[in-house]
């Protein structure tokens, strides 16, 4: 049983890009669907399908890949952890490689990119960075 489930998504997703498959199954989570949702939104994801019945509903994500056959998703740094929650002022939030990747953060107001979070000046526990 996976104590943390938001590492065996982003874990599970980093694999599969690096395996080159085109979808990806998860155990249904409010929260993962959420992440799997602003990840969407940032391309890194196509499309989330939730499927499966009352009791064993499950989530399948459809990877992004660009025209040369590369998934979009070339690394995932898991920062906060169950043993250590690592928070953020928005004012020491830096771009994650220059601008070409995106930090998630938890905030008040929801999930939202590091780039959102430095516009609406909010800040929260830093999940993890993706490139």
């Known amino acids: 049983?996976?104590?943390?489930?938001v590492s065996d998504f982003l874990v599970k997703l980093?694999?599969?890009g690096?395996?080159?498959k085109p979808s990806v199954s998860f155990p249904y989570s409010k929260f993962?669907?959420?992440i799997a949702e602003l990840l969407q939104a940032e391309k890194y994801l196509t499309a989330i399908e939730r499927k499966g019945k009352q009791r064993r509903q499950f989530v399948e994500v459809v990877l992004a890949y660009d025209e040369s056959g590369r998934c979009?998703?070339?690394?995932?740094?898991?920062?906060s952890k169950p043993s250590r929650r690592v928070y953020s002022k928005s004012t020491r939030l830096y771009?994650?490689?220059n601008g070409l990747g995106r930090a998630v953060i938890s905030t008040p107001q929801g999930l939202v990119t590091d780039r959102t979070a430095r516009k609406q000046k909010i800040g929260g526990e830093v999940l993890f960075k993706i490139w």
Do not use: C, Y
């Open 14 to 16: 980093k694999n599969a």
């Open 32 to 34: 993962i669907v959420a």
């Open 72 to 79: 979009k998703i070339n690394g995932i740094a898991r920062i």
């Open 1 to 5: 049983m996976v104590k943390d489930n």
């Open 95 to 97: 771009p994650v490689l």
């Open 18 to 20: 690096i395996a080159k």
